[in-house]
């Protein structure tokens, strides 16, 4: 195949090929516009979470909630949980003085580890 020919060829695989990136232009376009809406949902879910978990703190019940029309998020709210349980007990477990380590006084020469105030004069 000669020069021109190649350059004709060239050409016409020019011409189909362009028609075909257009609709990949429309689609890039299409695609984004999808990642956006659905980044905006995410955010008024979890709007709807944080207003929803205010209500609540407010003294409404997610009983009245529903009965009002409200549908619980389907998110859970941002943010570090309560320091609470929901039956009112903390979330750490206390603990009791038979469960903390005995305290111990730096070993002296020839004597072994003990607790503090065993032994001491």
């Known amino acids: 195949m000669d ?3 190649l ?7 020019q011409e189909l090929l362009a028609g075909r990136l257009e609709v990949i232009d429309e689609l890039t376009g299409a695609d984004q516009i999808e990642k956006n809406a659905e980044a905006a949902v995410q955010r008024a879910r979890t709007a709807k979470a944080t207003v929803w978990q205010k209500a609540l703190r407010a003294g409404w019940s997610e009983e009245e909630l529903g009965k009002l029309g409200f549908k619980k998020p389907t998110v859970k709210a941002p943010g570090r949980p309560r320091g609470k349980k929901a039956n009112g007990q903390s979330s750490q477990r206390p603990r009791s003085e038979d469960s903390a380590p005995a305290k111990t006084i730096p070993e002296q020469p020839g004597e072994s580890e003990r607790p503090a105030g ?4």
């Open 3 to 5: 020069t021109e020919g």
């Open 7 to 13: 350059a004709e060829v060239q050409a016409k695989a």
């Open 118 to 121: 065993v032994g001491s004069h």
